[in-house]
């Protein structure tokens, strides 16, 4: 077991086991940066087009009576930058006995196979772990690229969540017609359901206009030039059948004659933030259905970075909650989306109707909040604290300034009791992020601004 795992000072009211990766990484860092001769780590991801990351740390030396730990803790800095960054070929410099480790968790019959199949089918490569020297490792070649910020002509903005599908008429920067529509994609199993439903909130937005000239949408998953690698809400569709789902978004663009983009919610999210805050150096984060993330770099760009932070490790206890599809503990998407209030509800007393769509029984619980029964309180006041110590973890891989959360679990009381958690974490425990780190729920402005208008912000109309 990981020793390292130092007890937070704040612990959520629901969850006194949780020990922050924060926290776990700092105390290894520091126990090893004692040690008499630290060795390097690096770890580079290969991702399409020669874009590279790079992540250079400091374990124990093969011989330290404390090695052993080495290998939990850079498997668990591996599975974050995979989510993170993206790659489908990772350069491990420096130890064989962490690369031999990496090679065998991260392999097809691995505990981390779920990485290995969907990090292939991503980047359509078979995923790799390379063991080679540190001083072999790449460069880091990032890349970015401009999004959104287009305002002019008469635009639709999408978002398709697992339990909605929002959409809106957008006239030279205003929304003058918004809905949601409530579907449920996740279990379903035929291409077509997504298609139709898709299709006809189009064309419901678009009788709202007298003509159309560009569409943008926002979703959960990874997107590659209009393409889904990777989304949850179509986790049921067979794989023979998936070639459908894959270019459902270029059909619908060659049908419609118009130009079309669609990207990661989370990006969207950032997006919004940066155009009301009229900042950079944006993290956006949603919690709804699952956790979205999104960055908005300093010079207002976006990366090709994955940000699917859904499935990146924010929590080292070892009895963890286990994401059903990943297959692994501690993931963001069990602490910071509507899968969190679920798995807290019990421990207050608040037992959920079954026959509930998951959009119902969160707002059933949400119900509970803002009439104060049950202790509903406690599990926001878990989120705000589980929020407060990821910053921290999110802080050490991205330059952020801002950080913007919204979503469905932000709704009424919940959004502030969770900001005011997360505050109080960042102040007791990091007073220098604190005094760097603004966080914000969405305002006015802001929601003016708002999901639907980043979204058909999106294309270029030439």
Known sequence: MFKFL???AILPPLDHNFRPASLANRAFSQAVSECKTPQKL???????????????????????????????????ILKFLLWQRGGWKVHVGGSQDIADYLQERYSPQGHQAFDNRFMGRIYEHPFQVIPCDFSDVPAAAEQQKSLGRNMNGKRIGFDLGASDLKVSAVVNGEAVFST????????????????????????????????????????????????????????????????KIHNMFL????????????????????????????????????????????????????TDWLNELAFAPVDYQATGPVDEWSGDKGVGALYFSQQCV???????????????????????VQEKLEVGTDDAHLIWESIGIYLGYALRHYADFYDINHVLILGRCTSGRGGSIILEQANRVLDAEFPNLADQLNILLPDEKIRRVGQSIAAASLPKIN
């Open 180 to 243: 949601e529509i409530e579907w449920h994609p996740v279990e379903q199993t035929d291409p077509n359901y997504h298609r139709d439903f898709i299709k006809s909130a189009l064309e419901l937005a678009a009788s709202k206009m007298d003509h159309l000239d560009a569409v943008g949408g926002s979703s959960a998953g990874v997107y590659i030039k209009n393409r889904p690698m990777v989304a949850s809400l179509y986790r049921s569709i067979p794989k023979e059948k998936f070639d």
């Open 6 to 8: 130092p007890q937070p």
């Open 251 to 302: 059909e619908i663009q060659d049908e419609m004659g118009i130009p079309f983009e669609i990207v990661n919610d989370g990006e969207v999210t950032a997006l919004a933030g940066s155009m009301s805050l009229e900042k950079n150096n944006v993290l956006g984060i949603a919690m709804g259905s699952s956790e979205a993330v999104g960055f908005i770099t300093s010079s207002g760009n976006i």
């Open 342 to 364: 679920f798995r807290l509800a019990p421990k207050v007393g608040i037992i959920i109707p079954d026959q509930l769509t998951n959009a119902k029984k969160l707002k059933y």
């Open 42 to 76: 690096v770890l580079g991801l290969e991702r399409m087009d020669d874009s590279f990351s790079r992540y250079d740390t400091e374990v124990f030396p093969d011989h330290h009576q404390d090695s052993i730990h080495n290998l939990f803790y850079a498997e668990r």
